[in-house]
């Protein structure tokens, strides 16, 4: 009779487990296909970000797409401070742009960092962010579950994986979607626009040919 229990518990556990795994599995999916659900109400919140604010998602970026030079360097974070103004006043991320403000903060802290998080190396930064991004910190590691735990842990750390889809995720496509992310694939003006009005007048071999 102890035996048919144990076997009978044993079984009940099983369903529970693959159950659970296939509920978290749902909200994964979901979540990747309608990211909005995190939090829908995040998309009516327009405004301003303060400067501080801005200096932060900078950079953030620059932990994303490190630059190679000072003139680089200055580039990205006008090009980035253009796109987060304007997603931040018409696309209404201002209030997930300050919770991942905010979160950067708290992470900051909790490091035992001196410095706030602009201020300290790339390589610290860097260390920041894969303490708070589940699944990688580049484009190349999207989606690919670094430890078993990490989907669990994303499903119940809501802010954490909006950090990743609305924040990161998006300044990626800031920095992919202006002239320094195109110089990455070898484009120096926006693709199909000849760099000069006389590229217009000479045909495609003699441009090759300079």
């Known amino acids: 009779m102890a035996q048919i229990s144990r076997r009978l518990f044993i079984k ?31 998309r009516a919140s327009l405004g301003e970000l303060a400067d501080d604010e801005e200096t932060y998602l900078i950079a953030l970026a620059e932990v994303l797409y490190p630059p190679q030079n000072a003139d680089e360097q ?22 997930v742009y ?16 001196a410095a706030t998080f602009p201020q300290l190396s790339l390589p610290d930064r860097d260390k920041i962010l894969r303490s708070l991004v589940p699944f990688g910190t580049s ?46 694939v070898k484009y120096d003006t926006w693709p199909g626009v000849p760099a000069t009005d006389y590229d217009y007048t000479r045909p495609p071999a003699a441009i090759d040919a300079n």
């Open 139 to 184: 484009s190349a590691e999207w989606g690919q579950i670094q430890h078993p735990l990490d989907l669990a842990r994303s499903f119940f750390q809501r802010d954490r994986l909006r950090f990743k889809k609305f924040v990161v995720e998006d300044l990626l496509k800031g920095i992919y979607s202006s002239a320094v992310g195109w110089r990455l």
């Open 98 to 113: 300050r919770e991942g403000v905010q979160l950067l903060k708290r992470a900051t802290a909790a490091s035992g960092a």
């Open 12 to 42: 009940i556990a099983a369903w529970v487990i693959g159950l659970l795994a296939i509920l978290a599995g749902g909200f994964f999916l979901l979540v990747r296909r309608r990211p909005d659900l995190l939090k829908p109400e995040f």
């Open 74 to 95: 200055s580039q990205l974070k006008r090009e980035v401070g253009y796109w987060v103004s304007a997603r931040a006043r018409e696309d209404g991320y201002l209030a």
